[in-house]
């Protein structure tokens, strides 16, 4: 997830053009002025279709497009202004679309033979080349396809990932380096979302060289917390890498949900509070970092709580109640929350808003 700066309103309304302004219902045009921050998220709408909106920091949405299937991570290029809304594990689409529609009709791509989406990826920092996470299903193996961004996406190849099941992934501020959260699951669409090996997982965080794809560092799980997912990414300021995971294990275990870690260093797990762990049910899903206040936020839809973590000290700075606690990302002081009950910040909208939202910006982090 590219963690970037709000488009403040006079920005948004040049990037967008007057042709998307004129689009917008009376409605929405006031609800983009007098926004501060602007985001795209996946909902599934009140008529049960699917679709992608943006919506200010006040929950209000502003515009959206209708999607094939239901989508769950996007991804965000500042250099670009191009949005991305990844398919939900074990789907086989992938939409790309700018915010004004001036730059054309949103492109949609399909998985390779033999491939199926993950549901996350992330663009270099040019916005020249998209990444995608994806499962080599027959051969067991998770993947990267690499997507030509100015040539219509096109498939122009694929790295390893060195593990099973990655999940979500991000790219170095430098660009030379893949983040990937293999989450040691192994799954087949021939069975849907059917978990095949929670007896002998093997989940991993690992480093791969964006021009080779070369491995550079793997960080294995210890044995006794096999179980433990490895599941979402995120960089701060400092190139730490932070990481979100869900348990598989017995519901009354307490195992780290939460850590991070730099190339060369050992995965390092934050010791959140007993009472905290309990409240994230095992389950963390969604992780970001607010780089401009050093915070780290977590949600989870099964404990229906967000957490704000402290990036240097790793002491937990507040716990909010947000029942279906969905997506999150960075806001002026901390986080935006949506929930799959339509929750965004304090509105709520007659959507349920799914399990990622990205920040939409014009420069890269913030």
């Known amino acids: 997830m590219w963690n970037s700066p709000a488009i403040d309103r006079r920005s948004f309304v040049k990037a967008a053009g007057l042709t998307f302004l004129a689009s917008l219902r009376p409605g929405a045009l006031m609800a983009l002025e007098r926004a501060d921050a602007v985001y795209a998220s996946g909902m599934r709408t009140a008529n049960g279709s699917y679709a992608v909106a943006t919506v200010t920091e006040r929950g209000e949405i502003v515009d959206q497009l209708a999607l094939p299937a239901r989508a769950h991570g996007m991804a965000f290029s500042a250099p670009t202004g191009k949005t991305v809304a990844f398919a939900r594990r074990p789907g086989t689409y992938a939409m790309i ?11 949609v791509i399909a998985a390779a033979e033999g491939r199926h989406f993950y549901g996350h ?58 983040v990937v959260a293999n989450g040691g699951i192994e799954t087949h669409p021939d069975f849907g979302r059917t978990k095949l090996n929670l007896q002998s997982m093997q989940p991993s965080l690992t480093l791969i060289d964006a021009a080779t794809g070369a491995l550079i560092e793997k960080h294995s799980l210890p044995p006794h917390w096999a179980k433990v997912s490895t599941r979402h990414v995120d960089i701060d300021d400092s190139g730490r890498i932070w990481f979100a995971c869900q348990y598989e294990g017995n519901r009354n275990d307490l195992p780290p949900l939460v850590g991070s870690f730099t190339r060369g260093e050992e995965l390092r797990f934050v010791d959140l509070p007993e009472e905290t762990t309990r409240r994230l049910s095992n389950y963390v899903g969604a992780i970001a970092v607010n780089r401009k206040d050093g915070l780290v936020g977590v949600t989870s839809p099964k404990g229906g709580v967000s957490v704000t973590i402290d990036a240097r000290s790793g002491r937990v700075l507040r716990e909010d109640v947000v029942p279906d606690a969905a997506g999150i990302a960075p806001a002026a002081g901390g986080f935006a929350v949506s929930s799959y009950d339509g929750d965004f910040l304090a509105a709520r909208s007659n959507v349920a808003w799914d399990q990622h939202i990205v920040r939409i910006a014009p420069s890269r982090r913030l």
Do not use: C, Q, W
């Open 97 to 107: 679309f700018d915010i004004s529609g001036s730059k054309g009709e949103p492109i």
């Open 121 to 178: 990826g992330s663009f270099s920092p040019d916005g020249r080349i998209l990444y995608a996470s994806e499962n080599d299903f027959d051969a067991n193996r998770g993947m990267i396809g690499l997507y030509d961004a100015t040539d219509r996406f096109a498939r122009i190849g694929e790295f390893e990932t060195y593990g099973v099941g990655p999940h979500d992934m991000t790219v170095s501020d430098d660009g030379r380096m893949l």
